[in-house]
């Protein structure tokens, strides 16, 4: 028989032989149809130099059933406009005898689509955060309480991004006395609800104060005098109300941590 003939012709060729012609490689005891297996036609393939027969048995021989594949996870951005990548799995498993499982990922690009994924009332600022300014005064921990029932915090300013936008928002509502913000000092070390533990400070002239109880973060408005102006000092945390900033973290945003 020649190569050219089609492997259904093929394999029923091989079945033929495996009753009749006693080809060495199909001996099985009269159990030639539970026995034929990956490896026999592999065997065979390669003893009458059929390609076609030893492929189909590779093939056969390296397949794995595997379940379907899992929902793709949710995007590494949620920002329209910005790219990032997303995976999904799947479990396979071999022959039984051989036992052999594994799980596949596979890891796909994808676009975020939020043009604002700020909640209501909330604004998205020029470099990505979700701020809002809140007129009415609170003391401190009213202002926490606040923000958390927002789902967020008073706002942590730990970058120069961050501070420039606050600095817009108390501007742009002319806001020229103190807010709250985050940071509180426990055994000398300032503490933060969240992001940048480190603390990054613009201290008004004289501070921090040393001052037992002062224990609680604000910001000066937009003062006339620019020494003055947008700076950081510690005072008594509920010595009075006064306005405050809530910022709402991006879930997506690894350098903040709840």
């Not at 994924?117 to 007129?135: A, E, H, I, Q, V």
């Not at 958390?148 to 006395?177: E, F, P, R, W």
């Not at 603390?199 to 003062?223: E, I, K, M, Q």
Request: charged content about 20%; glycine content about 6%.
């Amino acid at each position: 028989m020649e190569k050219k003939n089609s492997a259904a012709s093929l394999l029923t060729m091989l079945v033929l032989l495996g009753q009749s012609c006693g080809a060495k490689v199909l001996n099985s005891s009269g159990t030639a149809g539970k026995n034929l297996d990956a490896q026999t036609l592999v065997n065979f393939g390669r003893e009458f130099n059929y390609s076609l027969i030893t492929m189909i048995g590779r093939v056969i021989e390296n397949y794995h059933a595997c379940t379907a594949w899992s929902e793709w996870t949710e995007c590494g951005t949620i920002l329209a406009d910005f790219f990032s990548t997303r995976t999904r799995t799947r479990h396979c498993v071999g022959k039984e005898e051989t036992n052999i499982h594994r799980n596949e990922i596979e890891t796909g690009v994808c676009e975020g689509r939020a043009k604002n994924p700020c909640p209501l009332s909330y604004d998205m600022t020029t470099n990505g955060f979700c701020l809002k300014l809140y007129k009415d005064t609170k003391s401190n921990s009213e202002a926490e309480a606040v923000c958390k029932s927002d789902g967020g915090y008073l706002v942590n300013i730990d970058s120069d991004q961050k501070y420039d936008n606050v600095k817009s928002i108390l501007m742009a509502n002319n806001i020229t006395s103190q807010i709250h913000i985050d940071g509180s000092r426990a055994n000398s070390q300032w503490k933060f609800s969240y992001g940048i533990a480190n603390g990054y400070f613009h201290w008004l002239p004289s501070f921090p104060s040393a001052t037992s109880l002062y224990d609680c973060l604000r910001l000066t408005g937009n003062r006339p005098e620019a020494k003055r102006r947008f700076r950081t000092y510690n005072f008594l945390c509920d010595s009075g109300p006064i306005s405050f900033i809530c910022e709402i973290v991006f879930k997506t945003d690894s350098s903040y941590t709840k």
